[in-house]
């Protein structure tokens, strides 16, 4: 599967974006989807992440803000954000994770992701 994330851009401190992954060559509905970020110099962290029967997990940092949903039809994964924080801004990637039977579980390690999206950009100013 190829997936292609978009959305990023400019906001606000307390604004919102909603960023997209999009699946070509594979049906999206058929992996855990994960979205990770990663700011200069940093490692790549988990955000949030849906699992193949539904189940969302999210980073601490995150919770009550973010919100991972799945969209069948249109093969597609969205992450809203809102209450956006300065410490939001990063490169953010959309990943797949084949679940191999496990179906709740959608992994937080980078490691356990197949297929990774190109990142799209979020800056938050102050």
């Known amino acids: 599967v190829q997936l292609q994330a978009s959305g990023g851009g400019l906001v606000q401190a307390g604004g919102s974006l909603r960023l997209s992954c999009a699946a070509s060559?594979?049906?999206?509905?058929?992996?855990?989807v994960g979205w990770f970020h990663q700011a200069p110099g940093k490692e790549r962290e988990f955000v949030a992440a849906?699992?193949?029967?539904?189940?969302?997990y999210y980073a601490d940092s995150v919770k009550g803000r973010f919100t991972i949903t799945r969209d069948t039809a249109k093969n597609a994964v969205y992450l809203q954000m809102d209450s956006l924080k300065p410490e939001d801004t990063a490169v953010y990637y959309c990943?797949?994770?084949?679940?191999?039977?496990?179906?709740?579980?959608?992994?937080?390690?980078?490691?356990?992701?197949?297929?990774w999206g190109q990142g799209t950009e979020v800056t938050v100013s102050s």
């Open positions: 060559r594979g049906t999206l509905s058929n992996y855990a």
């Open positions: 849906i699992a193949w029967n539904g189940n969302t």
């Open positions: 990943a797949a994770h084949w679940p191999e039977g496990s179906t709740w579980y959608a992994p937080k390690a980078v490691n356990e992701y197949h297929f």
